[in-house]
């Protein structure tokens, strides 16, 4: 089975500022590791996703996460803040690189930029 | 591409009654559709993943006949529920998934607000 733990679910940042958002994962097998965005009353948005090719992953919105195996880690950041990245995010895992099996979410992290 | 909507996005409905949300995949064919639970606040829930002409796969805990599912087209699935009681008010998304759409990821569309009084 597969987890994912989202540390933090409330992240204020002023804007300008560096964006971590925080997600280690638990599975049996390689996990295949994905961040969403959910804006209010929205559905939810793929900003990136890792499946194996490369440990650094560049998404939309300017949004990277790392995929670190020693550290069961695939945190998301963001080099300067923008008032639009204000939003809940959603770490996930799935077996699957396309995210087509089950997918399952950490508890989400919402962000808030400071002006 | 790849829009997936819902309808209806809020829905208020007396305990006891039955309700429709409906989840189309607008520009492409969903072979599978997800269905998930969102409560205030906290993580989206897989509650039953169904493929276009085949009952769906539940998960646990899930039930089957509170929470009907059909996905009779590929382009569109239906959650139905039943007897509907104040418990049941939450955040009802759904995705897509489909051969057409790129790499297969799943789609969401913008979810449905359900307020059970």
């Known amino acids: 089975a597969q987890s994912v733990t989202q540390l933090g679910s409330h992240v204020s940042v002023s804007e300008g500022a560096l964006v971590l958002l925080r997600c280690n994962y638990s599975s049996s097998v390689p996990p295949y590791l994905f961040w969403y965005v959910q804006y209010p009353n929205q559905g939810l948005q793929l900003l990136l996703k890792?499946?194996?090719?490369?440990?650094l992953v560049k998404g939309i919105n300017g949004f990277e996460a790392e995929f670190k195996k020693s550290e069961t880690s695939f945190h998301l950041t963001k080099p300067s803040a923008h008032m639009s990245d204000a939003a809940e995010y959603f770490c996930?895992?799935?077996?699957?690189?396309?995210?087509?099996?089950?997918?399952?979410f950490g508890t989400g992290t919402r962000l808030t930029i400071i002006p | 591409g790849a829009v997936v909507s819902q309808h209806p996005s809020r829905v208020i409905c007396k305990s006891g009654t039955s309700v429709k949300i409906e989840c189309r995949s607008l520009d492409f064919q969903a072979t599978t559709m997800f269905w998930y639970r969102q409560f205030p606040k906290k993580s989206l829930m897989l509650m039953a993943t169904s493929n276009e002409g085949s009952k769906a796969t539940y998960e646990q805990g899930v039930e089957k006949d509170k929470f009907l599912i059909n996905h009779a087209s590929l382009t569109l699935s239906t959650l139905t529920v039943t007897s509907a009681h104040p418990e049941d008010s939450s955040f009802y998304i759904c995705?897509?998934?489909?051969?057409?759409?790129?790499?297969?990821?799943?789609?969401f569309g913008p979810g449905t607000r359900l307020t059970v009084l």
């Open positions: 995705s897509a998934r489909g051969s057409s759409s790129g790499d297969n990821e799943q789609f």
């Open positions: 996930a895992v799935s077996l699957s690189p396309f995210g087509n099996e089950k997918l399952t």
């Open positions: 890792y499946t194996s090719a490369a440990t």
